[in-house]
């Protein structure tokens, strides 16, 4: 079946670090959707990429697109407390598939 | 305001008991979504309805069913629970255009024992 590998599943990192997570896939996405989750709660969307290298900024937050639509990555500059949580991605492959997760922890 | 809701928040119930998980959503969006996330893990979709008297399986197999009478509500049931359900159960709901990804509610988290 179609599927979303997102990597690294778990990130510590210190506040004012920076953090990236990954996603792959083995067939061409329409589109692929962001979305962050804090603990407890539930998942909350960030932005939606849908053109080949498209890049797209909020804030302190960078989202990227690769050329072939197969991958995607989220960055974070100088990472706060706020952070913490779990994102996701989701993939379009006619439905959204979503990835693993990643967790990140920022200890202050 | 525009929103999606589940009741209940959390529920506690018996084996064997029947349940259904409530979902409702203002903004009118056509596309309604169950998913089942165990704590901190991924999210697995277990049924989707792309409006009114339509409802699929997903690709996580599971022992509930769905209905979807009106384009706001889409109750999810489990007609007999089992401790292998507890689970925490999102519903989502996204416009035609995905333009603004999925809305889910907080969420039901349902312990069977």
């Known amino acids: 079946g179609q599927q979303v590998m997102q990597i690294p599943q778990y990130q510590h990192v210190q506040e004012g670090e920076d953090f990236t997570t990954y996603c792959n896939s083995s067939?061409?996405?329409?589109?692929i959707q962001w979305y962050k989750q804090r603990p407890g709660g539930h998942p909350v969307f960030l932005i939606q990429?849908?053109?080949?290298?498209e890049v797209k900024k909020q804030k302190r937050l960078t989202f990227q697109f690769g050329e072939a639509k197969k991958n995607s990555s989220l960055h974070i500059t100088a990472t706060q407390t706020t952070d913490v949580g779990t994102y996701f991605c989701a993939g379009n492959f006619n439905k959204f598939y979503f990835g693993s997760g990643t967790k990140l922890n920022v200890k202050p | 305001e525009a929103d999606i809701y589940q009741t209940p928040r959390y529920l506690v119930i018996g084996t064997g008991k029947k349940i259904t998980l409530e979902c409702s959503q203002t903004?009118?969006?056509?596309?309604m979504y169950w998913y089942q996330q165990d704590p901190g893990m991924e999210l697995h979709l277990i049924h989707y309805s792309y409006g009114v008297n339509s409802t699929e399986k997903g690709d996580l197999s599971s022992e509930s069913t769905v209905s979807r009478i009106r384009t706001e509500h889409f109750p999810l049931t489990l007609e007999s629970a089992r401790p292998s359900h507890t689970s925490q159960y999102l519903c989502?709901?996204?416009?035609?255009?995905?333009?603004?990804?999925?809305?889910f509610g907080s969420g039901t988290r349902l312990t069977v024992v």
């Open positions: 903004m009118g969006h056509d596309k």
């Open positions: 990429l849908v053109k080949s290298g």
């Open positions: 067939t061409t996405l329409s589109n």
């Open positions: 989502a709901s996204s416009s035609q255009g995905l333009r603004n990804g999925y809305t």
